[in-house]
């Protein structure tokens, strides 16, 4: 369901903000790590003409308090990793999120992140190992169906 309002919370978004927002529907790559992969949301043109990530998200009223911890406003941990690793494959320095948890437009909670290299740094270490552990399962997954097969 998510998905199919994508389109009205970057048009809220884009209200409340005053910011264009704009696709670009293509996976982008990261220059030297080939398994790291974004699928952008939106794009946010900012007022100084510099670009940043808009990420849309959607939950329930009762899901809502994610985006506070101990009264003050986070990202849920979640979001927040997708939105780093995006800000390092795009080389962008900002994401903002859109999170709809109503069914108005007053319903909305809006944040942003700004790029953090030291994060990016051990996210790359991270998801080059889980890159490698995926390949290797993969390939052993394959030996067992050759063996199998004989």
């Given at each position: 369901m998510g998905h199919l309002l994508e389109d009205?919370?970057?048009?809220?978004?884009?209200k409340k903000t005053g910011y264009r927002v704009?696709?670009?529907?293509?996976?982008?790559?990261?220059?030297?790590y080939p398994w790291m992969l974004a699928d952008v949301d939106y794009f946010v043109e900012l007022p100084d003409g510099t670009i940043a990530i808009l990420e849309i998200k959607t939950t329930n009223y009762n899901a809502k308090d994610h985006w506070w911890r101990d009264g003050e406003k986070v990202v849920p941990i979640n979001y927040e990793t997708q939105g780093r690793h995006y800000m390092c494959v795009t080389n962008i320095d900002r994401v903002f999120y859109c999170c709809l948890y109503g069914n108005n437009e007053d319903e909305v909670i809006i944040r942003d992140i700004q790029r953090d290299y030291d994060y990016e740094d051990e996210l790359e270490v991270t998801e080059r190992a889980e890159s490698?552990?995926?390949?290797?399962?993969?390939?052993?997954?394959e030996r067992k169906s050759e063996d199998h097969q004989n």
């Open positions: 009205l919370v970057a048009e809220i978004f884009s704009f696709q670009v529907k293509k996976m982008f790559y990261h220059p030297t490698r552990a995926t390949i290797f399962d993969e390939r052993r997954a």
